[in-house]
């Protein structure tokens, strides 16, 4: 079984600036892949970034980065130069290969709010 | 569009009715999820079909909750007997298996409100 924390609940960054949202997860799987969503308000779920477990270096995709720590069981979503457009909420996933099928486990997210 | 399609965006029942939730996948991808989301809560695994056939059902809730993908495409959620605490988004992604790693892109989702 997987299981994602996301501790939380909102936070709250200025335009320009970086912040960090906070993911561990725990899982038996020994190959497992971790994802990152954002979800508007409009509802619809938008794939960000992926790390998988046995990628030797951290995942980029523009302004989105994944602090990955095997060992601490975490996927940190770093988002740099924030933007207005980037308050939604975010959910961290992971995929067990072996044991989960194709299922995605989800947190329950953190609301990011951009301060102008 | 490109995207995974869902409708209707917004459905509204009373209690003990039957409802449809229709998904369109992207074109070409095998591979198509239903997800339920609660208020204030991540998604929660439904169903996953790999072509016509449901390889994974073991996170629908009960009898009430079935699926259906006849031609390998276009997907079909039905809820029978709706009850209040069915009400919440249903989420449907599609993916593309022999791509890695496997990601899978939502559609807007279906809110249904069981009154």
């Known amino acids: 079984a997987q299981k994602i924390t996301q501790t939380q609940p909102g936070m709250f960054v200025q335009e320009k600036e970086a912040v960090t949202l906070d993911c561990t997860y725990d899982?038996?799987?020994?190959?497992?892949?971790l994802f990152w969503y954002k979800q508007p308000s409009s509802g619809e779920m938008i794939f960000l970034i992926y790390?998988?477990?046995?990628?030797?270096q951290n995942a980029t995709e523009g302004r989105y980065s994944l602090n990955f720590q095997k060992a601490r069981k975490s996927a940190n979503l770093v988002i740099s130069a924030s933007q207005l457009g980037d308050s939604a909420m975010y959910f961290c996933?992971?995929?067990?290969?072996?044991?989960?099928?194709?299922?995605?486990?989800f947190g329950e997210g953190t609301q990011l709010t951009v301060n102008p | 569009g490109a995207g995974v399609s869902q409708t209707p965006s917004n459905k509204v029942t009373e209690k003990g009715k039957y409802v449809e939730l229709r998904c369109d996948p992207i074109?070409?991808?095998?591979?198509l999820y239903w997800y339920r989301q609660s208020l204030g809560q991540g998604p929660e695994f439904l169903i996953y079909?790999?072509?016509?056939?449901?390889?994974?059902d073991s996170g629908l809730p009960n009898d009430r909750f079935f699926a259906v993908r006849p031609e390998g495409s276009v997907s079909t959620l039905k809820i029978q007997r709706t009850e209040r605490g069915d009400s919440a988004v249903y989420l449907c992604?599609?993916?593309?298996?022999?791509?890695?790693?496997?990601?899978?892109?939502f559609g807007p989702g279906t809110r249904l409100l069981v009154l």
């Open positions: 992604a599609s993916s593309d298996p022999g791509l890695a790693p496997g990601t899978q892109y």
């Open positions: 899982t038996s799987d020994p190959s497992y892949g």
């Open positions: 790390q998988g477990s046995y990628d030797q």
């Open positions: 996933a992971m995929r067990g290969w072996e044991t989960s099928g194709s299922r995605l486990t």
């Open positions: 074109s070409g991808h095998t591979a």
């Open positions: 079909f790999q072509g016509t056939g449901a390889a994974d």
